[in-house]
């Protein structure tokens, strides 16, 4: 189990929870202030997805859920983990910023799972051909032929905004601001055999290549 506080701009991304032998998915919610009922117009429900098969014969998620759950106090909420199908997110939440009355959407979540080789109740189950979200992530990437690419990414931080190299008054405190500067680097672009490949890296770059 674990504890999550979500406070302005927190969210979690569509999945199915598949990892090793998770079985069943619960989350506890104790969403703060416990005294104040929880806004739905705050952010932070729990959205559940229909699914659809692919091309692939995969169940993937609708763009849309089918049911969206707001967090409440002392609500318990559990589902069944399977592979392909228990599609799920959190919404962000738009409230709980620095200072404003602590609005957070707290929640202790966590996994039932199911028992392994050599434990009591173990019971071997057949083979299934629905992948997780986790695996049609890691066969799309692979299998993609632009995967790789030549980037270097230069990411700025700015701790405090800067002013014409200056330093600045923050909460009566004169700080001056902070730049960091990280660098990725990543292999270089796989194209497929016998392609033009000026004609390839102008269509990758106008989007007529996902």
């Known amino acids: 189990m674990s504890v999550n506080s979500y406070t302005r701009g927190c969210h979690l991304l569509n999945h199915d929870d598949v990892i090793g032998t998770r079985r069943v998915s619960y989350i506890l919610y104790m969403p703060l202030p416990n005294y104040q009922l929880w806004q ?8 559940l997805y229909p699914v659809q098969l692919n091309k692939d014969g ?4 609708e763009a849309v859920p089918s049911k969206s759950i ?5 609500q318990f909420i559990f589902f069944e983990v399977q592979p392909g199908k228990s599609f799920h997110s959190v919404e962000e939440v738009v409230v709980g910023g620095e200072g404003e009355d602590g609005r957070t959407r707290l ?5 039932f799972h199911a028992a392994q080789e050599g434990e009591e109740g173990y019971v071997p189950e057949p083979p299934t051909e629905s992948k997780s979200s986790r695996e049609q992530l890691v066969r799309t990437l692979s299998s ?3 995967s790789g690419s030549n980037i270097r990414l230069g990411i700025h931080i700015h701790r405090l905004p800067r002013l014409h190299g200056r330093t600045r008054h923050y909460r009566g405190r004169r700080a001056r601001s902070c730049r960091y500067r990280f660098s990725l680097r990543v292999s270089q672009p796989r194209l497929p055999e ?11 770059r106008q989007g007529i290549i996902p």
């Open 40 to 47: 739905k117009d705050w952010g932070g429900a729990l959205e």
């Open 144 to 146: 993609d032929p632009f």
């Open 70 to 74: 707001p967090p409440s106090w002392n």
């Open 58 to 61: 995969q169940f993937e998620p």
């Open 194 to 204: 016998k392609t033009d490949y000026a004609g390839s890296r102008r269509a990758f």
């Open 107 to 111: 929640s202790i979540s966590g996994w």
